[in-house]
């Protein structure tokens, strides 16, 4: 039996650092990149006799996020230990929450330009959305750092607001994941929720995989894989492990619900433990932690819920006039979105304003090495070079020269680089003797657009183009030449 004759399920459970100043159950202060350990207290390192409080900006962010995911949330929600021994954990428990979590249900909507690139022409469920089991809040734990016989701990993660989101086994591909992966991550930053960055341990990853032959209903064996800091080791290890359980499977072996951990060093699986089931972490109620009432935290939320991907893409459709392509693009990253609105915004063609950013501009950056976020060129100067354009006052191969200028020099505007460069417009009258001198010198192409042929007209405006020097307005000049042949 093929590897097209089985079904391949695959869950997610993603654990997404909040956007918070302070730790879950502390006061210590939430940062990147300090001094190993110099974060940290009694209640954060389990000292005996600390007690934790929680921290309500944690609790109201993730709500947002369940409310933008269309969750529901219980009237009354409460904090479990969740008992294990491991060193990053010094209490030998994690507070997290059992039975009654924040968040329940809701799902992720699948974005196109959140497949892989090599994958976005061959979209198998355009427009999914993959259904959510749940979305609970704990704590993070220390950062472990594997030496060659040894392992060091820094606690400064320790107590990190962590909000854990369930997928359902509704994943059908390693494309899926991805797609669902970078979804999420947009929506969470779109928010403010989270910066989810994966490479500061800020956004991470498990993944849950089962095979079954085609025909059967039940759920194969589930499979968890640990250890994935990146949305390509996703895609991956999913592409390795389904492959292997087929092979298992297909050799007449049973396979075991264990947990694998992905080393991508030699891009394969390994076994690290058998797996643990809820009854072995021995859940029970927290005694320090009273259960919380989420109605006025909910109500909220509801009022202050910003604007998602999708809804701004359909804004940008509408307002701007620009296809759903050039609209996906731009919202693609909330820095990208807010950059191009504030070009377009007054601008005489927001469609050609898009047609900057994503041809010229994020080309530009791209092979500079920077991002959006790096862009020293105001968004306002695109807009006006846009402008100038369609203005008539310069052409577009002129616009380019003091686009590239821009890059240099970035606090002046477009028009006065255009006019320390001489790109004034031709005179009106000169560009009539130009316009009838192309006529005269080329009668061929002439009859043709006599003839109704609009295209020659376009051999006439680059003759004209070059006997202005570049100064006339290719479009308006094209106009002219229209209007004086066809009358």
Not at 338 to 343: F, I, R, S, V
Not at 437 to 446: E, K, L, M, S, T
Request: a negative charge; proline letters at 6%.
């Amino acid at each position: 039996m093929s590897s097209s004759h089985y079904i391949t399920s695959i869950g997610l459970e993603v654990h997404v650092q909040l956007k918070t100043e302070s730790k879950m159950f502390c006061s210590c202060p939430v940062q990147f990149g300090e001094p190993p350990n110099s974060l940290t207290c009694p209640t954060c390192l389990g000292l005996p006799g600390a007690l934790p409080v929680l921290n309500a900006g944690a609790i109201e962010r993730t709500i947002v996020t369940g409310q933008l995911l269309k969750c529901t949330t219980p009237e009354v929600v409460k904090w479990d230990r969740k008992n294990y021994f491991y060193p990053d954990m010094p209490k030998n428990y994690q507070i997290s929450q059992f039975d009654l979590p924040l968040c329940l249900g809701g799902g992720v909507p699948l974005y196109e330009l959140a497949y892989p690139k090599d994958h976005q022409k061959d979209i198998l469920n355009p427009g999914k959305t993959v259904e959510l089991t749940r979305i609970h809040l704990e704590e993070d734990v220390a950062k472990s750092t594997h030496h060659s016989n040894y392992t060091t701990i820094d606690f400064n993660r320790a107590g990190t607001p962590l909000m854990e989101i369930v997928s359902e086994p509704d994943i059908d591909s390693a494309e899926e994941a991805v797609a669902y992966l970078n979804s999420l991550r947009q929506i969470l930053v779109y928010s403010g929720v989270s910066d989810a960055d994966m490479e500061k341990g800020q956004m991470r990853c498990d993944v849950n995989i089962s095979v079954r032959p085609e025909g059967q209903t039940e759920l194969g064996t589930k499979i968890e894989l640990k250890n994935l800091n990146s949305v390509s080791s996703v895609r991956r290890s999913i592409h390795y492990e389904v492959g292997r359980q087929i092979e298992e499977l297909e050799s007449g072996r049973t396979l075991q619900q264990a947990t694998w951990r992905w080393n991508d060093e030699i891009g394969q699986t390994e076994i690290m433990r058998t797996k643990e089931d809820a009854h072995d972490y021995r859940y029970f109620p927290d005694p320090d932690l009273l259960p919380v009432k989420t109605g006025e935290m909910l109500a909220r939320a509801q009022l202050n819920l910003p604007e998602l991907p999708h809804e701004k893409v359909e804004r940008f459709e509408k307002n701007f006039q620009i296809t759903h392509y050039d609209a996906s693009v731009l919202t693609s990253e909330q820095v990208l979105a807010d950059y191009y609105e504030e070009a377009a915004n007054g601008a005489k063609s927001p469609k050609k304003v898009a047609n900057w950013v994503i041809n010229n501009l994020l080309a530009e950056l791209n092979e500079r090495s920077l991002g959006i976020a790096d862009c020293e060129v105001p968004a306002s100067s695109i807009g006006s070079l846009v402008d100038l354009v369609e203005a008539g006052q310069i052409s577009n191969n002129q616009a380019k020269e003091v686009f590239a200028d821009l890059f240099e020099s970035p606090e002046r505007e477009p028009a006065e680089i255009a006019k320390a460069k001489g790109f004034e417009p031709a005179d009106s009258g000169e560009v009539e003797g130009f316009i009838d001198q192309a006529i005269a010198d080329n009668p061929g192409p002439a009859e043709e657009v006599r003839e109704g042929n609009d295209k020659a007209a376009n051999f006439l405006t680059g003759q004209v183009m070059k006997l202005s020097r570049g100064k006339a307005n290719p479009r308006q000049v094209t106009e002219l030449i229209l209007a004086k042949l066809q009358g």
